[in-house]
């Protein structure tokens, strides 16, 4: 019997031959029957969707083994079954059916079209904009892949666009994280930005890092904020225009103790965890770019390579102490300081000499709440 012959034999006598085309004849009807069943769910709408990928499944299995002579009829069943899965937001699925029509047939451009959407959807652009082109040479005239050819050129620019601002962000990002390794400034975690934002150093084209600078009032905890202090300055010009006679006194300061003459400046010294290498570049990109468009693998290494350990011992609150800044010094001597750990941006805070408060700062009797 032909039924029982093994696959790739030829057969011997007419009947077996006979017995083979009456096989294929029938499968070849089922075929047809399937794709039909399956082309009415489609027209029946979303709710039958999965019925008609299985109509178009079965269809696809009586056809095979697919001969050079089934390939076209093949082509359109995979086709089809793409266009359902494409509707499903089955796109990988979708794709894959796509290709093995295109597969099966070369010409097809409903096949090409699918394809697009599919790859457009799982966000393939350079194999979309491959599959437009190709589309485009079976049917020249053929609007819709003409439009989703624009669409698909206007993204790949846009990525493009996205990437050099990425690689952009990065580079700046690893100048000022080198010359800050240069000063030998170290960078602690961030501190107060519920009362900066994510304000963050900037480096200029002479190499010159630019700090915001936060100052505080720890008897209020009140704020000023200096968004430009270049490193090359010294604190005494900031404060003798912020304190000047001419200044309106500081809203809370009752007894106007907060005058130029009055006011010192402290850091707290020996406190926090200096961040490492690593940390410090994901810490710069924050808010630049999106953490997910960063290439792979663009921080691996960096610990080793500049020697840094991201398991440095925390300094206590009972080891820090408070470090009167010397106006005469520039910023970058006061960061250069070796107890200085920079809360990201840095924090100097403001008291008086006049105020009863000064007693208890200088005595240790005063801890951030």
């Not at 076209?72 to 937001?89: E, K, P, T, Y």
Request: one cysteine or more; aromatic letters at 8%.
């Amino acid at each position: 019997m032909a039924l029982l012959m093994e696959p790739g034999a030829e057969p011997l006598t007419e009947s077996e031959q006979a017995d083979l085309a009456g096989i294929a004849a029938i499968k070849e009807a089922a075929a047809r029957e399937y794709k039909e069943q399956g082309n009415q769910f489609v027209r029946m709408g979303r709710k039958h969707y999965a019925e008609a990928v299985s109509c178009y499944t079965k269809a696809i299995a009586q056809m095979e083994p697919l001969s050079s002579l089934d390939a076209a009829d093949a082509s359109i069943l995979f086709a089809n079954r793409a266009h359902v899965n494409l509707l499903l937001g089955n796109y990988r699925r979708s794709l894959d059916d796509a290709e093995q029509a295109i597969r099966l047939s070369p010409s097809s451009v409903k096949a090409y079209y699918r394809a697009v959407k599919a790859a457009l959807a799982l966000d393939l652009l350079p194999d979309a904009a491959s599959f437009c082109r190709r589309g485009l040479e079976q049917d020249p005239a053929n609007e819709e892949l003409k439009k989703l050819l624009a669409q698909v050129d206007a993204k790949l620019g846009e990525q493009e666009r996205q990437r050099a601002k990425v690689a952009q962000a990065i580079a700046s990002a690893k100048d000022l994280a080198a010359a800050m390794e240069k000063r030998g400034v170290k960078l602690g975690k961030a501190a107060y930005q519920e009362l900066t934002g994510v304000k963050k150093p900037k480096l200029d084209e002479q190499g010159v890092l630019h700090w915001p600078v936060l100052l505080l009032y720890p008897k209020v905890m009140s704020s000023d904020f200096i968004e430009d202090f270049p490193e090359t300055d010294t604190l005494s010009p900031h404060l003798d225009v912020m304190f000047s006679e001419s200044s309106p006194p500081l809203p809370w300061d009752e007894n106007h103790a907060y005058t130029r003459d009055a006011i010192e400046l402290y850091y707290q010294g020996g406190f926090g965890k200096p961040l490492s290498k690593s940390e410090i570049l994901r810490y710069l990109l924050e808010g630049t770019v999106d953490s997910k468009s960063l290439p792979d693998g663009l921080l691996d290494g960096e610990d080793e390579e500049h020697g840094i350990s991201q398991s440095s011992a925390i300094s206590s609150s009972s080891s820090s102490r408070w470090i009167k800044v010397k106006e005469g010094k520039t910023l970058q001597e006061v960061l250069q300081d070796k107890d200085h750990i920079i809360p990201a941006i840095p924090v100097f805070f403001v008291v008086s000499r006049k105020s009863i408060f000064y007693k208890d700062f200088k005595a240790g009797n005063w801890s951030l709440p």
